[in-house]
């Protein structure tokens, strides 16, 4: 299988209705575009032995806390998955199979790991997209919780999220309904796509910072800040016609915004190049 065909995995899945996207598999495809000598099936497998063999060890009385402390158990006890702190920007982190061959990862893709575990004991949990620190939580109403993947299942109050935030920012942060909002799977994946984005700009990999752009824009089309970053890092690997139309575009849309000068600029050095 090539490259294409990879991102045509990837396209099919995120093209289903939002609620029908299986995160799962659109992960893995996600991550045969960087690594491309595994079986995406093997770790759909692996997820579900992991749900059979928390299923088997659930209360009898099956309330919320209960069934969360057995998969919190099950995680970082038995298994002995951890969140990476000592290198947290290792793009393998971000690889859902690799964090489930390493029992490694970043908030978001244990928060995966966790939410497809409770899909498939029939307990839905739905993803938090805090700032700065992904979430999840039991979907019912007023749930009241939350649950912190990357620290080993914590359980929070929204007064904890709102001393999270404060220390993430290390100033006070007042706590808007918006900050705990849930999202969709779409957004999901952007929220996994955006932190390999910044991996890879960190990181100088200006090519695979543009194919993590790609997918953002295959959920999002109308993105036009991607498209403008998309447009910068062609400008910088001197792709000038792939910089002209991306730059172009974000200059129709956004004529009044603050960095249009600058645009203009790298237009005009295209123009000199082409």
């Known amino acids: 299988m090539n490259y294409s065909q990879y991102r045509q995995l990837f396209e099919l899945e995120i093209n289903k209705s939002d609620e029908k996207i299986d995160l799962a598999k659109a992960a893995l ?76 990862g970043i908030p978001i893709t244990l928060s995966l790991i966790y939410l497809e575990i409770a899909k498939r004991i029939n307990f839905p949990m739905v993803g938090i997209g805090m700032p700065g620190h992904f979430l999840i939580r039991p979907n019912f109403e007023e749930a009241g919780i939350y649950v912190d993947a990357f620290n080993q299942g914590e359980i929070l109050f929204p007064q904890d999220c709102q001393e999270k935030l404060a220390k993430i920012y290390s100033q006070p942060v007042e706590l808007q309904p918006q900050f705990l909002a849930t999202v969709s799977n779409k957004q999901f994946l952007v929220r996994m ?38 447009g910068v890092l062609y400008y910088q690997l001197n792709l000038w016609a792939e910089a002209r139309q991306d730059l172009e575009s974000y200059l129709v849309n956004f004529s009044q915004a603050d960095d249009i000068e600058i645009i203009r600029q790298l237009l005009t050095k295209i123009s000199q190049n082409l």
């Open 29 to 104: 495809y996600l991550a045969l575009e960087d690594d491309r000598k595994f079986d995406p099936d093997e770790y759909l497998n692996a997820l579900d032995t992991m749900a059979n063999e928390v299923q088997e060890t659930l209360p009898e009385a099956p309330y919320p806390l209960r069934i969360i402390k057995t998969i919190n158990n099950y995680l970082y006890n038995d298994l002995g998955f951890i969140g990476n702190t000592i290198d947290y920007y290792d793009p393998r982190n971000s690889f859902l199979n690799q964090v489930i061959d390493r029992r490694t």
């Open 193 to 230: 796509l955006t932190n390999l984005k910044a991996i890879y700009l960190n990181r100088n990999e200006g090519l695979k910072a543009i194919g993590v752009i790609d997918r953002i824009l295959l959920l999002f089309p109308n993105a036009v800040m991607e498209k403008r970053d998309r």
